[in-house]
């Protein structure tokens, strides 16, 4: 048995995965940049209105208002999406939509409800336009180039990608982005007393829980999963775990790790020849816990009690996944908070309790046995209570990882 702190050293020493992927815009968000990227245009890439009005020379409605209105000659209309370049001279205008790009002869733009046609006002002329604003230089006027310029770098390599950066990757007219590989992972939910929901349940069976469990945090931290279950016979034990051993990065196996007659993964993964780098974690739930590693597979084998699976899950295969992929992110995030009320019982090891964490306070559910999940429903976080004799009071500060 070693301490979670080695534990969590031997994890820190996984390599990460090699390859990358090309992945597209539309789904290369939570994904991590392989390539720098750089914007080869500007955004946006010409001079834009803002409005839906009036484009023109700012010092031909120098002193306009409503008692003394510019005249000007529209020369053009520019709606959103429109190329043609008009050459807009002294004394006249364009009408102009929101996103119509400002002719490259104006500075200036004024909205509509500051503009009338003449011949709306009553006067001759239905291209005269009446301008009741002063305008100044470059007032009204998106630069090209206002978002970024050419030449931005929009993400670096081992970037995590956000919406808006893909967004931006998108303006600036990327469609795809290199990203590193994300891991492929197996959940293997081991045990002869196992059925999938939804099948008859017969006698001394019970439902799989555990590679629901997983597979939805998995999903919730942005990673696929596949799932399967298997009896605990040595001989499919062996033959479930070969199968994904060098095809999948990880295999996360629920039960059959410790010490019962039909316990077999422990030995089933040293007749494989899978490398053991670690067996047993001073912790509670889940202390069975273990690694081995064979063909670039990270096999990490939980206790199958449900609380157990999901609470090491969180501590040990959340590190993992991080190193894996190389995404800091996919650690638990540690805080603190103090507990509500007296936790009464003490433990040998360091046990890690489901609790839900609200402004700093943390409120343990009664229910705290390794089979009970419900409880966990709503919780946020795990906080850890070191080993200590007896109970521990009210108040006391803890070590908090959210989940
Ligand atoms: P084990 O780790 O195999 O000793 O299993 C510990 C407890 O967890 C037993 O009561 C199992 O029936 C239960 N268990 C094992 N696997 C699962 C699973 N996939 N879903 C729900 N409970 C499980
Ligand atoms: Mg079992």
Known sequence: MISVEEALRIIAKTDPLGGTETVSVYDCAGRIAAEDLVSPIDQPPFPRSPLDGFAFHSEDVK???????????????????????????????????????????????????????????????????????????????????????????????????????????AAAGFAALRARRRPRVAILATGSEIAAPGSPLQAGKIYDSNSVYLKSRLKQLGLESETALCPDDPAILAQELQKRIGSYDLVLTTGGVSVGDADYLPIILAELGAAVRFAGVRLKPGSPLMLAEKDGTQILCLSGNPYAAAATFELFARPLLAKLSGDPSLEPQETEGVLAEAFPKGSAVPRYLRAKLENGTLYVPSGHSSGQLLTMAGCNCLAELPACGGPTPAGTKLKVYRI
């Open 63 to 169: 002193g306009a208002g409503r008692e003394r209105p510019a005249r000007l000659k529209q020369v053009g209309y520019v709606p959103a999406g429109c190329g043609t370049e008009f050459a807009v001279g002294p004394g006249e205008c364009v009408r102009i939509m929101t996103g119509g790009r400002i002719p490259a002869d104006c500075d200036a733009v004024v909205g509509i409800e500051n503009a009338a046609y003449e011949a709306a006002c009553g006067f001759d002329g239905d291209d005269a336009v009446q301008i009741y604003k002063e305008v100044g230089h470059f007032q009204n006027y998106v630069f090209a180039g206002e978002d970024f310029a050419k030449g931005t770098v929009l993400c670096k390599v081992g970037q995590k990608i956000d919406a808006a950066t893909a967004g931006c990757l």
